[in-house]
């Protein structure tokens, strides 16, 4: 919901209305009327002003300019030099825009709509805070921005009149391609009223003669001349045109009946497209300064909204950091208040002690013994000798048998062979074999030893099939 | 003047995020850094206390068993020697000499290979205040012969009893 005023400023009075918008429905919230030099205590603390003059003398101007020509700023100075040229050395505030059916083979007609900036600004100064006006304008098109929005013909006459003045504007395709102001300053009624009559007669009839190529189908009439049915009537039988008035009541609420119509400018100026607004230059600076406030306003807020959002999570893995920390913190305290640290002497000692333990456990004949049980269930040994001296630790063990055939030698050394291929462990095993085939008498000498040491014997055979 | 006021506290509020983020991150890093180190700390004492532990259960008791005086490791050798001398005909071959933190003897020793139980015995020999070292083993039809060393654990006169 938007709340803005609506000021039309008509020589030394002021009418303000203040309108709440939503959803494309405005709400006539308030009327006032004022003087002039009340406006600015008026707005003081108030924000966003639609604002509309009266302003007698307007350019309203029809250029022919190249069409290989489209700069904007050359466009521009064109038109100033050809308004300068014509009519007058004031300063200008206008706009312009190509009036497409006029085109004149390689020369484009602009239409030139604007106002003089002295007697313009004179009015607009009134206003103070100059950063809150979202729309100014003159009359006439205040009433084309109302027209435009109630009545959706092509080509139509729209007029309006209020005291003794008569506004009387030409809409062709939303451009405003004619417009003519008035005052009738004749106080008996049915003179005034013929001659409002003729005016807009003649008017009508110079506009239709001047635009012959524009089909008009529609008179809209507004202000005080709507409410007479015999104005209404002889505009009629005289132009052949439809006559309608302008209700703006459909979307415009807070009005009532026929209010509306004593207000038709203040309604139209927030309706005022843009290439009818003027601004002189400060306006247009703090316009675009506070849209520039705007923008750095909304980015400045994202820029703190996620520098927040990055902090806050920052804040909260540095936190848990933190509490990690302290556990660990407390863990390691608690671990070296309980934890026992033992001096070098009395560790060495200790280390001392099971290298001995060490020493005298680490080799005893009963090892080996046990390693070469599969060969003594086969046959038990002459003689076992075994000797153990530093690292080193060695058991020679001599196996004799003898046999009354080859074949019982031979599958009695298979299962000696492969009994001895069974020794595991640690221990390197070779042997030695001295048996004599001639007399059948199987001998060998098996070596048991902790570590590898170049002997003459052979490895262990490889199994017998 | 309120809107540019904001605007500048937005951006004095981000620049003071910003450096907050920075200083966070930079804390942070240092608290990892500090509890990768403690944690390494913590492992090394665990595993201290776990050796602790094991020394306390497993060695020092052991120690305080074993350790006796010079002197009377020597007669402990002296009586071992007497006790046992018959049963497995020892003979001494290096009389009480000093190991590392131990006072030795060297024996040899004879037993017929029909007396099992005796030759179990001697095989298994297992004393908690001494220990036995088999040098030599010989097995042969009738007899069976060796060397054995006996070592006694004692205090050296540096090493402050536990």
């Known amino acids: 919901m938007n709340r803005f005023y609506s000021i039309s400023i008509q020589n030394d009075d002021v009418c303000i209305l203040a309108v709440q918008s939503k959803n494309n429905i405005f709400s006539v919230e308030t009327q006032q009327y004022i003087k002039l030099s009340e406006l600015s205590q008026f707005l003081k603390n108030k924000t966003s002003y639609y604002v509309t003059f009266a302003q007698e003398e307007a350019v309203d101007e029809k250029i022919l300019i190249e069409s290989a020509i489209k700069n904007d700023h050359v466009i521009r100075r064109i038109i100033l030099g050809k308004i300068f040229e014509s009519c007058a050395t004031k300063k200008l505030l206008f706009n312009y825009c190509p009036i497409s059916e006029l085109k004149n083979g390689s020369k484009i007609t602009y239409q030139v709509d604007g106002v003089y900036e002295d007697e313009y600004l004179h009015s607009l100064k009134k206003v103070d805070n100059w950063s809150q006006i979202k729309s100014a304008t003159i009359n006439k098109f205040a009433l084309f921005g109302i027209s435009c929005e109630c009545i959706k013909e092509n080509s139509y006459f729209s007029i309006h009149t209020f005291d003794n003045k008569i506004i009387i504007i030409v809409i062709h395709d939303n451009t405003l391609i004619f417009s003519r102001e008035h005052t009738i300053a004749i106080d008996n009624l049915e003179e005034r009223k013929k001659i409002l009559i003729e005016e807009i007669t003649q008017t009508i009839a110079y506009v239709q003669q001047h635009f012959r190529e524009i089909e008009f189908s529609l008179i809209a009439l507004s202000g005080s001349l709507s409410a007479d049915d015999d104005i209404l009537e002889h505009i009629y039988i005289l132009s052949g045109l439809g006559v309608c008035v302008l209700y703006p009541n459909t979307f415009i609420r807070g009005l009532e009946n026929e209010e509306p119509q004593s207000h038709m400018v203040s309604l139209g100026s927030w309706f005022v497209p843009k290439k009818y607004q003027f601004y002189p230059t400060s306006i247009l600076g703090l316009n675009q300064y506070g849209f520039a406030i705007k923008v750095l306003l909304g980015f400045s807020a994202a820029v703190f909204f996620i520098t927040s959002f990055f902090a806050y999570k920052q804040y909260d893995s540095y936190s848990k950091t933190l509490q990690n920390h302290e556990v660990v913190k407390s863990r390691l305290a608690q671990l070296t208040q309980d934890t026992k640290i033992y001096s070098d002497e009395d560790l060495s000692h200790y280390i001392q002690h099971i290298q001995i333990v060490q020493k005298y456990m680490q080799y005893h004949p009963i090892d080996p013994l046990i390693a070469i049980r599969p060969l003594v269930e086969l046959q038990k040994p002459q003689n076992i000798a075994w000797e153990h001296f530093d690292e080193f630790m060695r058991l020679n063990a001599v196996f004799k048998r003898s046999f009354h055939t080859l074949e019982a030698l031979y599958q009695f050394e298979k299962l000696f062979f492969n009994s001895l291929q069974t020794l595991s462990g640690t221990l390197y095993a070779t042997y030695q074999n001295k048996t004599n085939y001639a007399t059948l008498d199987f001998e060998i000498t098996v070596t048991i030893q902790n570590m590898k040491q170049p002997t003459n014997s052979k490895e262990l055979p490889r199994k017998r099939r | ?162």
């Open chain 2, 1 to 162: 003047m309120r809107l540019p006021l904001i605007i500048t506290l937005n951006f004095v509020l981000s620049a003071l995020m910003i450096s907050y983020i920075e200083w966070f991150k930079q804390d942070e890093a240092n608290l990892k850094a500090l509890n990768s180190t403690y944690i390494k700390d913590i492992e090394k004492l665990e595993k201290i206390s776990h050796i602790n532990q094991w020394l306390e259960s497993r060695v020092i008791p052991n120690i305080k068993e074993r350790l006796c005086e010079a002197e009377e490791a020597d007669k402990n050798l002296i009586e071992f020697y007497d006790l046992n001398k018959e049963a497995y005909n020892l003979y001494i071959n290096k009389y009480i000499y000093e190991g590392n933190d131990t006072k030795n003897m060297e024996l040899s020793y004879d037993i017929s290979t029909h007396d099992k139980t005796k030759l179990i015995e001697l095989l298994m020999l297992r004393d908690d205040n001494r220990f036995f070292q088999f040098k030599e083993l010989c097995i042969d039809k009738d007899r069976v012969v060796g060397v054995i060393e006996v070592a006694q654990p004692c205090k050296k006169a540096s090493h402050v009893s536990q």
